[in-house]
């Protein structure tokens, strides 16, 4: 390690990186999934009762301190930031790019999103019976932090509503590099009932309850030979 440097080469001071720790305490585990909590206190993955703080957009975060060039660089690196979006815009944009099932049965199926409108309402995949497998998205987040994205997955069968997880996939900042996520492991059922066409939902909000994609699919369940 290197020694002698001088105060001001050494990085933000202390008093300052607490009061800034404090303003984007949600962006210090960028990424990175929310801890469990007590179902008690958690609805559709975010924590009862809270109310998210009101939207500061990139520039106005980084400009805050913009004498000082060394707090400056280290919100930089912290928020992610691109030149592009540092305009001022105060919504965050969430693009989905592909979503794929990934599975021991056949390896991993990928879709481009958004998907074709000739190819809605068509079975995207198919399952055995008792299979596990898994969705994996890779998405992009534009112009600000987005915090607290969640997601919901319903599935139908027969117009009657058999199956909904819920789940916080983290915060996440702007970045030129895509996001990858695979979601929790689940496993079709079996049995001659289970067997057939589903129709699903597929929906991302973040805490503020922006939707940022709403996707229908259909898939089906085939016997296990």
Known sequence: MEGGKRGDEAGPSSEKLGELSEKLIEVCHVGEDEEDEDED????GVAAGFVPGPLVSLKEQIEKDKDDDSLRRWKQKLLGCLESDLDGQMEPEVKFHSISIVSDD?????????????????????????SEYRLKLTF?????????LT????????????DQSIGMLGTFASNREPYEHTLEE?????GVLARGLYSARLKFEDDDKRCYM????????????
């Open 140 to 148: 992009s987040v534009l112009h600000n932090i987005v915090s607290g």
């Open 151 to 162: 997601y919901s997955n319903t599935v139908w069968k027969g117009g009657v509503q058999v």
């Open 106 to 130: 056949f390896g991993e199926i990928n879709t481009p999103l958004p998907i074709d409108e000739n190819q809605i309402g068509r079975v995207l995949f198919t399952l055995k019976e008792g």
């Open 186 to 190: 689940e496993t079709t059922p079996s």
């Open 41 to 44: 206190h958690r609805s559709n």
């Open 214 to 225: 709403e996707l229908k699919y259909s898939f089906e369940i085939k016997k296990r030979s």
